[in-house]
């Protein structure tokens, strides 16, 4: 499974490195996450002046905030499959599909979609604070921090963020595995949370205005 680059950037990193941090496999789990956050990053910061203005277009904040909230989340959805096509196309060209069969294409597509998904609902969350220029590296950091705490300490693995769009992690690929259920139920779940927070937030903030 090695051979096949969408393999290697998407389905995560093995159990087999519990208690220590494999560097090689870790790095190529953060390299599409890191790509993924700089272009939502980029996006954010061209349109982020022209999206406040159109804020006294609508006849309410928490209208401009789902129309905001939606439009950013959808990018970071296409971005995403954008990233998965490039790579599966790498693989078809290297002659390494052969390697992927629809069953596990598709088991690691939707657990990284999930994830992505989650981390740009985050993204448009932290944008509204005044951290906005970090957000990238703070979400970066929250993947790569807790994947390493998940790796140290066994117990708390299935708890940890950094794990939770691996397949090699997740019970579709070995039993003990986090629950592939309830992780994306609770990715769900933080979406809808990412949402509803913002909206609380810029009613607060334009009761001060």
Partial sequence: MSESVFIRLFAGVPSDYFEA???IPFGQWLLP???FLLTVGFYSERNRKVEIFSLYRYGTVSDWWTRHFVKRVIFGIKK???LLL?????DIVMGKLILLSAGLLAKISVLWLFHSI???????LLDLFPIKRFV??????LEGVTFMIGCRIC?????MYGMWGMYLRSSLYETGGFPVGVIIVTEAVLLAASFAVGR???????DYI
């Fill in 80 to 82: 995403a499959i954008l």
């Fill in 86 to 90: 490039i790579v599966l196309t790498c």
């Fill in 136 to 141: 990238p590296g703070v979400l970066f950091l």
């Fill in 33 to 35: 996450i890191g790509f």
């Fill in 155 to 159: 117990a708390v693995s299935h708890a």
């Fill in 200 to 206: 609380e937030y810029l009613k607060k903030e334009t």
């Fill in 118 to 124: 989650s981390m740009a609902a985050f993204f448009v």
């Fill in 21 to 23: 941090i494999p560097l």
